[in-house]
Antibody
Framework: QVQLQESGPGLVKPAQTLSLTCSVS??????????WSWIRQPAGKGLEWIGR???????NYSPSLKSRVSMSIDTSKNQVSLNLSSVTAADTAMYFC???????????????WGQGTLVTASS | DIQMTQSPSSLSASVGDRVTITCRAS??????LNWYQQKPGKAPKLLIY???RLQSGVPSRFSGSGSGTDFTLTISSLQPEDFATYHC?????????FGQGTKVEIK
């Protein structure tokens, strides 16, 4: 049973750095079969892909957030982390982590998601 | 960046109706197109991957089609549990992107 659980502060002050962790159970983040994505969703709005990280530490980031985002992977703890710097009110959203599976031609999809964690950027 | 445009943004339908949602990519994405269902307060759930492949455990009333730039999600006979928001996602580019979502409401 694959499970993902996001954790981190629910409140971040403007201009500070948002830091979240995704703890994974039931699957090894060391496996080359998967990648690990972060997605966010402001209240009442659509999903925004933030970026993803592979077991090698290789990353892909959204062009609109690339200058402020960093992701890392801790294989000893089976966790992935997200840092988003210089936050503003526009970064207030539900943040999800998800497992990506690449299994064949045209096949690259997010098959397991965490429940999400709400982060508010406010003083 | 690849832009994904869903239509309509919302629709009202009755139980038993056939529902079709479309997703258009700003450039060809082959069949790297996924569909997710999201209910209020919940994480999205994978329905369809690679444009037309049904995720395990998803009812067969859901189907997907398309390739290149134009894709469709069809619910053949809408059930009460299908009232939700549906999102498409392209994974052709190393920078993935989602459509803006389509909310399916009860008529």
């Amino acid at each position: 049973q694959v499970q993902l659980q996001e954790s981190g502060p629910g409140l971040v002050k403007p201009a500070q750095t948002l830091s979240l962790t995704c703890s994974v159970s039931g699957a090894s983040i060391s496996s080359g079969r998967y990648h690990w994505s972060w997605i966010r969703q402001p209240a009442g709005k659509g999903l925004e892909w933030i970026g993803r990280i592979y077991n090698t530490g290789s990353t892909n980031y959204s062009p609109s957030l690339k200058s402020r985002v960093s992701m890392s992977i801790d294989t000893s703890k089976n966790q992935v982390s997200l840092n988003l710097s210089s936050v503003t009110a526009a970064d207030t959203a539900m943040y999800f982590c998800a497992r990506g599976t690449v299994s064949g031609k045209d096949e690259d999809y997010l098959d397991y998601w965490g429940q999400g964690t709400l982060v508010t950027a406010s003083s | 960046d690849i832009q994904m445009t869903q239509s309509p943004s919302s629709l009202s339908a009755s139980v038993g109706d056939r529902v079709t949602i479309t997703c258009r990519a700003s450039q060809s994405i082959s069949r790297y197109l996924n569909w997710y269902q999201q209910k209020p307060g919940k994480a999205p759930k994978l329905l369809i991957y690679a444009a037309s492949r049904l995720q395990s455990g998803v009812p067969s009333r859901f189907s997907g089609s398309g390739s290149g730039t134009d894709f469709t999600l069809t619910i053949s006979s809408l059930q009460p549990e299908d009232f939700a928001t549906y999102h498409c996602q392209q994974t052709y580019s190393t920078q993935c992107s989602f459509g803006q979502g389509t909310k399916v409401e009860i008529k």
